[in-house]
């Protein structure tokens, strides 16, 4: 138990880290040996703390009036507006390239609905995790077939 709750932890914190997140965090579970349901749910789970983690801290920090002063500058009416008309796709399409913590912060300072982030960021994220997985499992399969085609024509 205690070996696959240090597994799932490394993969929740490599989902969460800047760093890595999804693109880290599913291969190294699998590699640790996870199931492929335990990997998903677990670089999911990290990776949408962050997005919470962001979402809340700026609420807070942006209570703030210097800080509030300091965020507004980053602001742009006109990308503004164009998040309101397209941010659902940006977020879907965008977020597992850039990564969720630019993508919180970026739709924060650009003051997209907060309810909308919160669940496409999700969907995106977990969209990304099961693809990532089913190719990381391709790839896998591919590779161990292969070897066994390469070893039973050499053997």
Not at 71 to 84: A, T, Y
């Amino acid at each position: 138990m205690m070996d696959y709750i240090s597994k799932a932890f490394l993969v929740w914190f490599l989902g969460f880290f800047p760093a890595s997140e999804i693109f880290v965090a599913v291969p190294s579970g699998i590699a640790l040996g996870l199931d492929y349901c335990s990997t998903v749910v677990w670089s999911v789970t990290g990776s949408y703390i962050a997005i919470l983690l962001i979402h809340y801290g700026y609420e807070f920090f942006s209570q703030i009036p210097q800080v509030k002063t300091w965020l507004d500058h980053f602001s742009s009416q006109r990308f503004k507006n164009w998040i309101d008309i397209y941010g659902i796709g940006f977020v879907l399409l965008i977020t597992p390239l850039l990564g969720v913590w630019v993508m919180s912060v970026t739709m924060k300072v650009f003051k997209m609905d907060s309810g909308r982030f919160l669940v496409y960021s999700f969907i995106s994220v977990v969209i990304s995790a099961v693809a990532l997985t089913a190719l990381t499992y391709t790839g896998i399969d591919l590779a161990t077939n292969g070897y066994k085609m390469i070893t039973s024509i050499a053997g």
